[in-house]
């Protein structure tokens, strides 16, 4: 199988989740199925791996959108057959691509981060194929949130340890030295983030339990191994409580060290109230030491419910210090202290190989759905193809069906527009700069137009860039279905796509001249409004109002050839009369209504509004303007449907 693994993080950090990603990785790779994995805070992935890497962590705050670039590449090249969602904050983007793409996903919970989910992660997780919850307590938290989903579609994928590396051991010289222990000591051990955001993992309900064993075990030290955001507030709390000589913050260590401290240490102590599981306890466990956790949250799952380990109230410094001086004195069930026994049972229950045999009913679990998704249809019918009638609805639902053929349209449309060129997409800019130019130079200079108090290049360059949009994308559109007769004499599809793919390649250019309208603002010291979040339906306008009215003229092209000749004649008029040159306050006031049943000036002054900033925006001219637009595109679409019945006879 084909599987594509979205992931936080791998390789920067080693903690509990890029462990448990890391485990799952090896799984997928010695099963063998095909992965590909796209990270968001990795940087450049180096080594021999089994498995393509693409990071985005260089890239800093541009890191989602690439990011999400990176994804869909890999959609598109890699074709995978289900995309593995390694963070329920990527499950609203895996929820839109599987609509566009129809591949399913599953998602990877471990804990804390899904036990109050926000509305746009809760529907992203919804509609997640499969959920894998690292233990049933975040499994419950789960389902009392999205109490619709199905129970069975939530599968238990407990963290694994590796006993190759987490072996019991001697104590280590090197480390007794270096943190100033003695052979007679009791250590202590706890391995966390010390994270403000991660406060539940109970250290410093340890620090607090520890002053009252002291006096009667003076030989106590506690190492919290583990730095963060926390130290100060951890290191203030053990001055205050004098406990300096039995309190030793270790710091980070390379995980080739971490088997060495769980071996240094004679009790391994983590009361949490927030662990979604907590793999820290299975690496305690497989070299053989007592552990002591909270009964308030996962690590109940991971004690095996207290076989494999003694569970405390986090909450109550009496139990845990009661817990801690029973494994002093030594006076726990033999079950909870010999080490080859408690590796024994961590290992069955949470080995690799039992890690190994879960992994694989998950992926049975998805090639069955993946199996159903792909078994023909038994009651497929055959379609029949009927020439329309009158003034016939639009078939939303047929566009969306060939919303593959729309993108590659468009595509194909960008390749050839720039294929062979000197310049390349520097057209793009080159075209509204060069008018920009000349109109500085003689509507500017020359005529001593007004420009509304702002620089004339800035002016009639945000003028032009909606201008060259609209022009461009009227003149292709209109030309569109006679330029695809083989497409469209020879094969059935939707004939609205085809003038809708030229509104698509004509925003690419829009954007990339959109880059010299804002190095423009940058020189000239004018920066957007609060209106700028109108962009959206600024464009959103351009585009109905340039592929309404070239939807009229493509289907009146087809069969009335005299159309080629008007559409440069009436672009070239609808120029002057449109604020491009000029502003719509240049125009007397009783005539202003007049300019507004052009669509496009609406749409060129809101445009100018939204990233210049330098005036208002007239509610009216743009209720007008949108108005006139809706009509156009509603007016077109309707009666280019009704004609296209008659495309394949004329064209």
Same mark, same amino acid.
């Given at each position: 199988?084909?599987?594509?693994?979205?992931?936080?993080?791998?390789?920067?950090?080693?903690?509990?989740?890029?462990?448990?990603?890391?485990?799952?990785?090896?799984?997928?790779?010695?099963?063998?199925?095909?992965?590909?994995?796209?990270?968001?805070?990795?940087?450049?992935?180096?080594?021999?791996?089994?498995?393509?890497?693409?990071?985005?962590?260089?890239?800093?705050?541009?890191?989602?959108?690439?990011?999400?670039?990176?994804?869909?590449?890999?959609?598109?090249?890699?074709?995978?057959?289900?995309?593995?969602?390694?963070?329920?904050?990527?499950?609203?983007?895996?929820?839109?691509?599987?609509?566009?793409?129809?591949?399913?996903?599953?998602?990877?919970?471990?804990?804390?981060?899904?036990?109050?989910?926000?509305?746009?992660?809760?529907?992203?997780?919804?509609?997640?194929?499969?959920?894998?919850?690292?233990?049933?307590?975040?499994?419950?938290?789960?389902?009392?949130?999205? /109490? =619709? @989903? %199905?129970?069975?579609?939530?599968?238990? *994928?407990? +963290?694994?340890? &590796?006993?190759? #590396?987490?072996?019991?051991?001697?104590?280590?010289?090197?480390?007794?030295?270096?943190?100033?222990?003695?052979?007679?000591?009791?250590?202590?051990?706890?391995?966390?983030?010390?994270?403000?955001?991660?406060?539940?993992?109970?250290?410093?309900?340890?620090?607090?339990?520890?002053?009252?064993?002291? /006096? =009667? @075990? %003076?030989?106590?030290?506690?190492?919290? *191994?583990? +730095?963060?955001? &926390?130290?100060? #507030?951890?290191?203030?709390?053990?001055?205050?409580?004098?406990?300096?000589?039995?309190?030793?913050?270790?710091?980070?260590?390379?995980?080739?060290?971490?088997?060495?401290?769980?071996?240094?240490?004679?009790?391994?102590?983590?009361?949490?109230?927030?662990?979604?599981?907590?793999?820290?306890?299975?690496?305690?466990?497989?070299?053989?030491?007592?552990?002591?956790?909270?009964?308030?949250?996962?690590?109940?799952?991971?004690?095996?419910?207290?076989?494999?380990?003694?569970?405390?109230?986090?909450?109550?410094?009496?139990?845990?210090?009661?817990?801690?001086?029973?494994?002093?004195?030594?006076?726990?069930?033999?079950?909870?202290?010999?080490?080859?026994?408690?590796?024994?049972?961590?290992?069955?229950?949470?080995?690799?190989?039992?890690?190994?045999?879960?992994?694989?009913?998950?992926?049975?679990?998805?090639?069955?759905?993946?199996?159903?998704?792909?078994?023909?249809?038994?009651?497929?019918?055959?379609?029949?193809?009927?020439?329309?009638?009158?003034?016939?609805?639009?078939?939303?639902?047929?566009?969306?069906?060939?919303?593959?053929?729309?993108?590659?349209?468009?595509?194909?449309?960008?390749?050839?527009?720039?294929?062979?060129?000197?310049?390349?997409?520097?057209?793009?800019?080159?075209?509204?700069?060069?008018?920009?130019?000349?109109?500085?130079?003689?509507?500017?200079?020359?005529?001593?137009?007004?420009?509304?108090?702002?620089?004339?290049?800035?002016?009639?360059?945000?003028?032009?860039?909606?201008?060259?949009?609209?022009?461009?994308?009227?003149?292709?559109?209109?030309?569109?279905?006679?330029?695809?007769?083989?497409?469209?004499?020879?094969?059935?599809?939707?004939?609205?796509?085809?003038?809708?793919?030229?509104?698509?390649?004509?925003?690419?250019?829009?954007?990339?001249?959109?880059?010299?309208?804002?190095?423009?603002?940058?020189?000239?010291?004018?920066?957007?409004?609060?209106?700028?979040?109108?962009?959206?339906?600024?464009?959103?306008?351009?585009?109905?109002?340039?592929?309404?009215?070239?939807?009229?003229?493509?289907?009146?092209?087809?069969?009335?050839?005299?159309?080629?000749?008007?559409?440069?004649?009436?672009?070239?008029?609808?120029?002057?009369?449109?604020?491009?040159?000029?502003?719509?306050?240049?125009?007397?006031?009783?005539?202003?209504?007049?300019?507004?049943?052009?669509?496009?000036?609406?749409?060129?002054?809101?445009?100018?509004?939204?990233?210049?900033?330098?005036?208002?925006?007239?509610?009216?001219?743009?209720?007008?303007?949108?108005?006139?637009?809706?009509?156009?595109?509603?007016?077109?679409?309707?009666?280019?449907?009704?004609?296209?019945?008659?495309?394949?006879?004329?064209?």
């Amino acid at each position: 199988m084909r599987i594509l693994l979205l992931s936080n993080e791998l390789f920067n950090n080693e903690g509990g989740i890029q462990v448990y990603n890391r485990h799952l990785i090896k799984v997928l790779i010695e099963s063998g199925h095909a992965l590909n994995i796209v990270s968001i805070n990795d940087k450049a992935v180096s080594g021999n791996l089994k498995y393509s890497v693409q990071s985005s962590g260089n890239y800093s705050f541009l890191r989602k959108p690439v990011f999400v670039k990176n994804v869909i590449k890999q959609i598109v090249v890699f074709k995978p057959e289900l995309i593995i969602c390694g963070h329920v904050n990527f499950s609203l983007l895996c929820f839109i691509l599987s609509k566009f793409s129809g591949l399913p996903y599953i998602t990877l919970t471990y804990g804390v981060e899904v036990w109050g989910l926000r509305r746009l992660m809760a529907l992203g997780l919804k509609h997640s194929r499969l959920i894998v919850a690292m233990s049933n307590f975040t499994r419950n938290k789960i389902l009392k949130q999205l /109490s =619709s @989903y %199905p129970k069975d579609n939530i599968c238990i *994928l407990p +963290g694994t340890v &590796d006993t190759a #590396r987490f072996l019991p051991g001697p104590k280590s010289g090197f480390l007794m030295e270096k943190l100033g222990l003695k052979p007679d000591d009791f250590v202590i051990l706890t391995v966390a983030r010390l994270a403000k955001a991660e406060k539940y993992k109970g250290y410093d309900r340890v620090i607090l339990a520890l002053k009252g064993l002291i /006096s =009667s @075990y %003076p030989g106590i030290k506690y190492i919290l *191994l583990g +730095g963060g955001d &926390d130290l100060e #507030r951890a290191e203030k709390l053990v001055k205050d409580n004098g406990l300096e000589s039995n309190v030793i913050f270790a710091g980070s260590c390379h995980q080739d060290q971490l088997a060495d401290f769980y071996n240094l240490c004679d009790c391994f102590v983590m009361p949490s109230h927030g662990e979604g599981f907590g793999l820290v306890f299975l690496e305690a466990l497989a070299c053989g030491k007592p552990v002591i956790a909270g009964n308030k949250d996962a690590s109940v799952e991971a004690l095996l419910g207290g076989e494999i380990g003694v569970l405390v109230s986090p909450d109550n410094l009496a139990a845990i210090r009661e817990a801690i001086e029973k494994v002093i004195k030594r006076e726990l069930p033999e079950n909870l202290l010999n080490a080859s026994l408690l590796r024994e049972k961590v290992i069955n229950a949470f080995g690799p190989e039992r890690f190994k045999e879960r992994v694989t009913e998950i992926i049975a679990h998805c090639s069955a759905f993946l199996t159903e998704l792909n078994k023909p249809d038994s009651s497929a019918h055959r379609l029949v193809i009927k020439p329309t009638r009158g003034w016939v609805a639009i078939n939303f639902k047929e566009l969306w069906d060939y919303r593959e053929l729309l993108y590659f349209l468009a595509w194909k449309d960008l390749k050839i527009r720039y294929r062979q060129t000197v310049l390349g997409v520097a057209w793009s800019v080159v075209q509204p700069a060069m008018s920009m130019v000349v109109f500085t130079l003689f509507f500017g200079k020359m005529a001593k137009i007004p420009s509304d108090g702002i620089p004339y290049p800035i002016f009639s360059y945000s003028g032009l860039l909606i201008w060259v949009y609209f022009s461009a994308t009227l003149l292709n559109s209109s030309m569109s279905l006679v330029s695809n007769t083989n497409l469209i004499t020879k094969v059935y599809f939707p004939r609205l796509i085809i003038p809708f793919s030229t509104s698509i390649t004509g925003l690419v250019d829009y954007l990339i001249a959109l880059g010299l309208l804002i190095i423009m603002m940058f020189y000239y010291g004018i920066f957007p409004h609060f209106s700028i979040v109108l962009l959206p339906f600024c464009i959103l306008m351009a585009v109905f109002a340039a592929t309404g009215i070239g939807l009229w003229m493509s289907a009146l092209y087809v069969r009335y050839r005299d159309i080629r000749y008007v559409i440069p004649f009436f672009v070239q008029l609808l120029l002057f009369l449109t604020p491009v040159i000029y502003p719509t306050s240049s125009i007397p006031e009783k005539y202003r209504w007049l300019i507004s049943l052009n669509p496009i000036s609406g749409v060129i002054d809101l445009h100018r509004a939204c990233l210049l900033g330098y005036k208002s925006i007239n509610w009216l001219e743009l209720a007008i303007s949108s108005t006139v637009i809706l009509v156009i595109i509603i007016s077109g679409t309707y009666y280019f449907r009704r004609t296209e019945r008659y495309f394949a006879d004329y064209i």
